[in-house]
């Protein structure tokens, strides 16, 4: 089937309030009038709501690179679904491999964040992805089915439709290297084929898959073609609005 291809732009821990806003605008002025592609920027929380003035008269989307499961309480430095929500946001990054790496992201905490953001109205980007030694020691398929279908646990086929998945290859990101076309399409269809047998086969085909890994200008198009590479999470290349066009808009 024809899925809408769908790139996001991640700046993780990138851009001043000045500096957003100014990419912002270069997003807006380059693939702002985009339908043919779904668009989404996801600034750090500080710029949400600049970014999103900037943005919100044109088709390109805000998301969030995180969020906590509870709706409000003592949890400090942690932002809810609802104070997302009221900045304009509209995707939420979910369980980002150095999140996994650093903040101790868990396929639990991963599942009950999808389950509060499906909640609240919103739209997860759930990411999973193997580390270059679980791909050395044949682990790989082991460690995406267990994260997906940790991720996936008790939502209804209906929610799970409003779910993106990012394939991450860890050693991918930022290094630099990046998984093949062919490598990244087969880790695609594996993590359809899971989706096949957590829910059915129409569901899984509907599902997007991005890849995230180190996706450039010049790599975009031969990724973005293959079969079931359904657009891209993208690091580093977002930070410039020309760099992104070029993944949008592939030559």
């Given amino acids: 089937?024809?899925?809408?291809?769908?790139?996001?732009?991640?700046?993780?821990m990138n851009?001043?309030?000045?500096?957003?806003?100014e990419l912002a605008k270069g997003v807006v002025e380059?693939?702002?009038k985009q339908a043919d592609v779904d668009v989404a920027v996801c600034p750090p929380y500080t710029?949400?709501?600049?970014?999103?003035?900037?943005?919100?008269?044109?088709?390109?989307?805000?998301?969030a690179q995180d969020v906590h499961w509870e709706a409000k309480g003592a949890y400090t430095g942690k932002v809810s679904c609802a104070m997302l929500k009221s900045a304009g946001v509209t995707y939420v990054i979910i369980g980002h491999s150095e999140q996994r790496q650093y903040f101790a992201e868990t396929d639990e905490t991963v599942n009950k964040k999808t389950k509060a953001v499906l909640a609240a109205g919103l739209m997860p980007i759930i990411c999973v992805g193997e580390t270059l030694d679980e791909r050395k020691n044949g682990?790989?398929?082991?460690?995406?089915e267990t994260q997906v279908k940790g991720a996936f646990a008790g939502l209804s086929v209906e929610d799970a439709l409003k779910c993106t998945i990012a394939y991450e290859p860890v050693w991918a990101i930022g290094t630099g290297e990046t998984a093949t076309p062919q490598q990244a399409n087969e880790?695609?269809?594996?993590?359809?084929?899971?989706l096949v047998g957590i829910f059915n086969k129409q569901t899984a085909e509907e599902i997007r898959i991005q890849y995230g890994g180190s996706m450039k200008p010049d790599n975009?198009?031969?990724?973005?073609?293959?079969?079931?590479?359904?657009?891209?999470?993208?690091?580093?290349?977002?930070?410039?609005?020309a760099d992104f066009k070029g993944i949008v808009l592939p030559q």
Avoid: C, P
Avoid at 1 to 12: D, E, L, T
Avoid at 187 to 194: D, G, K, L, M, P
């Fill in 1 to 12: 089937m024809s899925r809408k291809k769908f790139i996001a732009g991640n700046w993780k």
């Fill in 15 to 21: 851009t001043t309030l000045t500096e957003a806003v």
């Fill in 30 to 32: 380059t693939v702002g």
């Fill in 47 to 63: 710029n949400l709501s600049a970014v999103y003035d900037v943005i919100k008269d044109s088709n390109v989307k805000l998301g």
């Fill in 139 to 144: 682990k790989m398929n082991t460690v995406i």
């Fill in 187 to 194: 880790a695609h269809i594996f993590i359809r084929n899971v």
């Fill in 220 to 241: 975009a198009k031969s990724l973005l073609q293959q079969s079931d590479v359904d657009g891209g999470l993208i690091g580093g290349a977002s930070l410039k609005a």
